[in-house]
């Protein structure tokens, strides 16, 4: 990638260029996820701080629990367009396409997980990163968001249980991007395997909480 040739720059210096942009767009990214909707919405909607109730988390999940159906779903579409919004924003930014736009794609769908994990204004306490991460997917992996949602749907169905379910679609989302890849339905690129698997990594980190419960049998259910 240090030679790619990028228009108007000398190629001895679009090594350094190419760094840059790239480092540009994970931090812009990184402040795309930070921006927590589910603080804003329950702030606004009852003036209520979602990281002191609850399971302590931002996400759309504990919004629903916490502030009902409509509030969850508000943050659910908002934390899933973060995601596509850092997607856009590199093939907005990356003056060409090809493996430098693969790559930048794949570095703002990370920077974009991990400010909604880890967002820089709200003590690094945020959400557990799943519809983040499916917005970005979504565009970088067409198709193989797919598997994450029948994994979704399947394992919700089966237990109620909501974190059963996100921790089934990122082995879901992992498993349909490989499969699809493996019989050239869809394009692979190592840039977007790392996302998945970086990415797939951090909601089950983010999860621990839950998974201590589900081990417990203390995870709450929903349409009990």
Known sequence: MTGTPIPGVPVSGAGLVVVLLLALIGVASYLIGSISSGFLVGKIYRNVDLRRVGSGSTGATNTFRTLGPGAGALVAVFDITKGALAVWLARAVVPVGGELLVVAQAIAAMGAVAGHCWPALLEGRGGRGVATAFGAFVFIATG?????????????????????????????????????????????????????????????????????????????????
């Open 144 to 224: 193989a968001w797919i598997g994450a949602v029948l994994a979704f749907v399947l394992a919700l169905a089966v237990t109620r249980i909501v974190s059963v379910g996100s921790l089934a679609s990122v082995a879901g989302g992992v498993l349909a991007y490989v499969l699809l890849s493996a019989f050239g339905i869809i394009g692979f690129h190592p840039a977007t395997l790392a996302f998945t698997l970086v990415a797939g990594a951090i909601i089950v980190w983010r999860h621990r909480p839950n998974i201590e419960r589900l081990m417990r049998g203390a995870e709450p259910r929903v349409f009990t």
